[in-house]
């Protein structure tokens, strides 16, 4: 193969940024998710309150 | 004319009321948050498994270019990173319409959501042109006008997201980001025909619309594979990350309730 240290760089940073971006969006998912379940479980008791 | 067949102009009407309550029904953040919900894990699970088999065929399958040598290997990730930056482009500037006409509250998230995956994409673009361009024209880097024109790209992402988060108003950050993502339009046509328009160092097209492609088959059908694992891939984030602004949308409207509607959405 030629060149690999370009090769494996290009796949590399790629492979790098496409996991940063999912990770970040479904560690953020999960925490509105979960923020929102708290929220809403609130709110209900204190209106049946 | 027969009762049967309306008139063109009513017809035209229809259709427009039609379309109009098409955007309206999906434009809804509720009614996209459960529809994306249902579809996400089929386009994330597409992606992966496209973007493996493209990918896959293309490092270790496709045969190396006579004159590129194995660096040719790089076009899979470049060529769909290059067409993600253009069409994420085109999808904000869509939102920065919508936002515009109509203030639809579904196209100012997605606007604030596309442009980061959109920078992503073609900083990936230059980075990877630039590890093709090493090897193959002794330089990373030349001011060229296919190469300048993504990088004008580049920038106007991250003016974007600069923009919508300038402003205390989200509002008034949407708009104006909204009027930059259609004022940069511009150079989407710049990046395409730049090849074309003047005599620059970066190759011309070897896929276009109305010629047949110029690449040989062995390397042609791994970067489609790759170029649709990577355009769902695009989709998949920008969903996940819309899922997560809608219902940060919620969380700050149950948080503070009294607050402007506009500093909420």
């Not at chain 2, 039609?18 to 996209?32: D, E, I, K, S």
């Not at chain 2, 459960?34 to 270790?60: C, D, K, N």
């Not at chain 2, 995956?117 to 093709?132: E, F, K, Q």
Request: hydrophobic content about 50%; glycine content about 6%.
């Amino acid at each position: 193969m030629t060149h690999p240290v370009f090769i494996i760089a290009s796949y590399g940073i790629t492979f790098i940024i496409v996991t940063v971006l999912s990770v970040e969006a479904a560690l953020r998912l999960r925490r509105a998710r979960t923020q929102l379940t708290v929220l809403e479980k609130n709110t209900s008791h204190s209106s049946n309150l | 004319m027969p009762d049967s067949i309306p008139p063109r102009s009513c017809t035209s009407h229809t259709m427009i009321t039609r379309t109009r309550h098409f955007f309206h029904y999906y434009a809804n953040p509720g009614r996209f948050y459960h529809i994306s919900t249902r579809i996400q894990p089929y386009v994330t699970y597409s992606a992966l498994f496209f973007t493996f088999i493209g990918l896959g065929w293309g490092l270790f399958f496709s045969p190396p270019d006579w004159q590129q040598g194995d660096t040719v290997r790089i076009m899979y990730i470049h060529v769909p990173t290059a067409i993600l930056a253009s069409a994420g482009y085109a999808a904000l500037a869509l939102c920065g319409l919508s936002t515009l006409v109509w203030q639809h509250p579904l196209a100012n998230l997605a606007a604030m959501e596309i442009a980061p995956v959109g920078a992503c994409a073609t900083a990936l673009c230059l980075i990877t042109g630039s590890l093709r361009g090493k090897p193959m024209w002794g330089t990373y880097w030349v001011w060229d006008a296919r190469l300048t024109s993504v990088l004008i790209l580049f920038f106007l992402y991250l003016g974007h997201i600069s923009l919508i988060r300038a402003f205390e108003d989200k509002q008034r950050g949407y708009q104006a980001a909204a009027i930059l993502a259609l004022a940069g339009v511009i150079d989407l046509p710049i990046i395409k025909f730049s090849v074309d328009w003047w005599n620059t160092l970066h190759q011309p097209d070897s896929i276009t619309l109305t010629r047949a492609p110029t690449i040989s088959r062995s390397m042609l059908w791994p970067l489609i594979l790759s170029m649709l694992g990577f355009s769902l891939g695009f989709c998949a984030l920008v969903f996940a990350r819309l899922r997560a602004a809608i219902l940060e949308v919620r969380i700050r409207a149950l948080l503070f309730p009294s607050h402007r509607r506009s500093n909420i959405v």
